[in-house]
């Protein structure tokens, strides 16, 4: 079983549409929640990273976390086209510094 | 440049040969990783640097992958008799040492390995 479980998609949605993107993972010491948007021949860039459980929003998007059930995660609301890309969530525990990824989840928005 | 740089972007070399990849990090980053990424997959942990020295090389997938940090900025992968297997994106990953844990990794573009 790998660490970190995500849906790799391909996800379409039209534009303006809220879009859901989620992980499971196996590990309960996973304190440090991130979620990496990657373009196309790109390296991951970070949009959002959570500490333990909780809610965090900037701008449209949300990042959710829920420890108990091991689960996290990524709303975006009134997509645009400009978000196409593969979405990554990692994560950490608090005294490591080795960054667990998931598979990705690739997201077209159609105009 | 202000980003984390990465030589060769795209390297093809036949079954066998050694390869060495470069990263050159953002300036005052302490903190340095080396990915690997498969077609369709997440990237993959192989060592994490803190300063000059490997803090964490548990990634490494065997004895013919090597990593090493000198002067604790330039980066260099170095791979040992290549097999078809190790074809891959391999991304590099700086960071301020106090930010690693917020996951502010920078990552480069990427050198994308062909063995053929």
């Known amino acids: 079983q790998k660490e970190v479980e995500q849906d790799p998609g391909p996800l379409s949605v039209p534009e303006g549409a809220i879009v859901s993107l989620n992980c499971t993972y196996s590990?309960?010491?996973?304190?440090?929640f991130m979620w990496y948007r990657q373009y196309s021949r790109k390296g991951p860039e970070l949009l959002m990273y959570?500490?333990?459980?909780g809610n965090k929003e900037d701008g449209r998007f949300t990042a959710q976390v829920d420890k108990s059930s091991k689960y996290i995660s990524l709303f975006i609301r009134d997509s645009q086209p400009s978000d196409s890309a593969t979405y990554l969530c990692?994560?950490?525990?608090?005294?490591?510094?080795?960054?667990?990824f998931g598979s990705g989840t690739k997201l077209n928005v159609k105009p | 440049g202000a980003g984390v740089s990465q030589t060769p972007s795209n390297k093809v070399t036949e079954k066998g040969k050694y390869v060495e990849l470069r990263c050159d990090p953002i300036?005052?980053?302490?903190?340095l990783y080396w990915y690997r990424q498969s077609l369709g997959q997440g990237p993959e942990f192989l060592i994490y640097?803190?300063?000059?020295?490997?803090?964490?090389d548990s990634g490494l997938p065997n004895d013919r992958f090597f990593a090493v940090r000198p002067e604790g900025s330039v980066s260099t992968l170095k791979i040992q008799r290549t097999e078809r297997g190790d074809s891959a994106v391999y991304l590099c990953?700086?960071?301020?040492?106090?930010?690693?844990?917020?996951?502010?990794?920078?990552f480069g573009e990427g050198s994308r390995l062909t063995v053929l």
């Open positions: 959570t500490y333990s459980s």
């Open positions: 990953a700086s960071s301020p040492w106090d930010r690693v844990n917020t996951g502010e990794l920078f």
């Open positions: 300036s005052g980053h302490t903190a």
């Open positions: 640097f803190q300063g000059t020295g490997a803090a964490d």
């Open positions: 990692a994560m950490k525990e608090d005294n490591f510094n080795k960054f667990y």
């Open positions: 590990n309960s010491a996973f304190q440090y």
